[in-house]
Structures are given as C-alpha cells and as structure tokens.
Nanobody
Framework: QAHLVESGGGLVQAGDSLSLSCVIS????????AGWFRQAPGKEREFVAS????????KYGDSVKGRFNISRDNTKDTLYLQMKSLKPEDTAVYYC??????????????????WGQGTQVTVSS
C-alpha cells in the first residue's frame, strides 16, 4: 500500500479559498486513480472528488461541483484539491486516498485502499 500525507488545512472565512496537497509515496510508483473525501463531526465520510491516473478525467460530489478542483502532478507524486467559495458546511477533516488499482476516477469509497491521516479544514461564517 502507498503512504499518503496531506497538508494545507486551516481556518478560513466563508468565501475564502484554500488548497490542499497530498504526497503519495511508499512503493514503486504506479499511478492509480485517487481522490479526496471529507468527514464532519457526527457524519459519515463523504466523497469530494476523484481523478484518473493521468489526470484526464475527474468526478466531483454534488456539494462541491463548480467550487472545488482536483488535480495531480505525477512527476511530484502529489495530489491537489483547490477549494473556492468555501462555506461553513465545508468544515470537515479532509482525507486523500488512492484506489486499489483503478485507473479512472471513482466515487465509491470501498474502492480506496490507502488513506492519509487527514487535515482539518474549518470555515467560519
């Protein structure tokens, strides 16, 4: 399994932007589809965005479409999540994850086998 480390979380105000990064390492690199999920207190982990192995295709959760953008730089083994027009309801711990061998973007949490430790994003009103 890969090792994933997120960074970039923090406290922002509603309407602000924030970018998250996730470095993927730990084995001989073969690029798989990867994504971002989030979990707010008392709620289940929620799909945010996914990207194919080569960045050619993406998927987004309905609540973030048009505001968030997922991208990746395979030369740096890094996954990104750019978040704009943040809302208080975006407050959660954000996790990056890699699928178990899939190549195309996927929203099914059960297909993700490697996870980061999470980074807190708090949006104040």
């Amino acid at each position: 399994q890969a090792h994933l480390v997120e960074s970039g979380g923090g406290l922002v105000q509603a309407g602000d932007s924030l970018s998250l990064s996730c470095v993927i390492s730990g084995r001989v690199r073969t690029w798989y589809a990867a994504g971002w999920f989030r979990q707010a207190p008392g709620k289940e982990r929620e799909f945010v965005a996914s990207i194919s192995w080569n960045g050619a295709s993406t998927k987004y959760g309905d609540s973030v479409k048009g505001r968030f953008n997922i991208s990746r730089d395979n030369t740096k083994d890094t996954l990104y999540l750019q978040m704009k027009s943040l809302k208080p309801e975006d407050t959660a711990v954000y996790y990056c994850a890699e699928t178990n061998g899939l190549t195309w973007a996927n929203s099914n949490i059960d297909r993700y086998s490697s996870w980061g430790q999470g980074t807190q994003v708090t949006v104040s009103s």
